[in-house]
């Protein structure tokens, strides 16, 4: 609680604050630091180092190289983006995997466990030997699969699928790609 001189004081200062004589300091007394604060983060942001590509390494989205995922593909089935590693290597590898409406991969097995996240569209995914893309179930952008080494599996987009369907995938090489049915090709029509 204020006492009465001091509640009396403080109302008389706010009177005089508010004249218009005193306009001006207030706007310098709220301008100045928030210019000050402004002009310090531009300067920062001007004088910032570039970053070391022996620590930090980035590909933009513009700069990745996509290719048919296999000889034989169809134009515009699916492709493949290398971005670390590689199928074939020995280690980790990290590709983007991207798959368009109307096609899927035959059923086939890895040698390893392979962490898939789909980054966009909507994947369908099954598992077993017998393709049949109706059975498929799909998995919408944002989401994780996990596929067990040596299952049989099959993915892709359906057809009617609105968009193609990228994936990330991550794992440990060599992949070993090994299909059910080595008499048929490696992707199939998902009507």
Known sequence: MFEPD???????????LARPEFAASRRSL??????SAFSALLATSAQAETINPTETQIT?????????????????SA???????????????????KWY??????????????????????????????????????V????????VARTPHYDGVIAGGKEPAVIALFGTGPVHFQLIDANQPAWRRAS
């Open 6 to 16: 001091r509640l009396s004081e403080l109302i008389t200062s706010a009177r005089a």
């Open 30 to 35: 709220v301008l100045t630091p928030l210019l």
């Open 60 to 76: 933009r989205s513009e700069a990745i190289k996509w290719s048919s995922w296999l000889p034989g593909f169809p134009p515009d």
């Open 79 to 97: 492709q493949m983006a290398t971005l670390y590693g590689g199928l074939d290597n020995p280690g980790p590898y990290v590709v983007l995997m």
């Open 101 to 138: 409406p109307g096609f899927m991969s035959a059923p086939h097995t890895y040698a390893n466990d392979r962490l898939s996240v789909v980054v966009s569209g909507i994947w369908w995914v099954n598992s077993g030997a017998d393709f049949d893309p109706a059975d498929a179930v799909p």
């Open 140 to 147: 919408p952008a944002g989401s994780f699969v996990r596929r």
